[in-house]
């Protein structure tokens, strides 16, 4: 079992960066994959990025690529992610979310991979 607590959200300006922070506790954390996913105003649920269990392999949306960083340090139980050169699209709730662990060799990009999410940290960029 993996519950997850986010934080860093807040007000953002346009052009700035942002940092969200994804806590973990549980002691099957280093075993899991861990993703971040974002809800827009009026928006389905869409992926950000996503870490393997080793911290090696990272991947991420088209959307945030080569402005955002994924990682994560499994002594802390922590995932990090580090947005730069925001705009106003990156206005979402920002969720954290553990896949089913186990080392596994996939990680996944849709959120039916996920099985322990987050409650969501709100993230505003004012142009």
């Known amino acids: 079992q993996v519950q997850l607590v986010e934080s860093g959200g807040g007000l953002v300006q346009a052009g700035e960066s942002l940092r969200l922070s994804c806590a973990a506790t549980?002691?099957?954390?280093?075993?899991?994959?861990v993703a971040w996913f974002r809800q827009g105003p009026r928006k389905e649920r869409e992926f950000v990025a996503a870490?393997?269990?080793?911290?090696?392999?990272?991947y991420y949306a088209d959307s945030v690529k080569g402005r955002a960083t994924i990682s994560r340090d499994n002594a802390k139980k922590m995932v990090l992610l580090q947005m730069n050169s925001v705009g106003p699209e990156d206005t979402a709730v920002y969720y954290c979310?553990?896949?089913?662990?186990?080392?596994?060799?996939?990680?996944?990009?849709?959120?039916?991979?996920?099985?322990?999410w987050g409650q969501g940290t709100q993230v505003t960029v004012s142009s």
């Open positions: 979310a553990a896949d089913r662990g186990g080392h596994r060799v996939r990680v996944g990009r849709v959120s039916s991979e996920y099985d322990y």
């Open positions: 549980g002691r099957t954390f280093v075993t899991h994959a």
């Open positions: 870490i393997n269990w080793t911290g090696v392999s990272k």
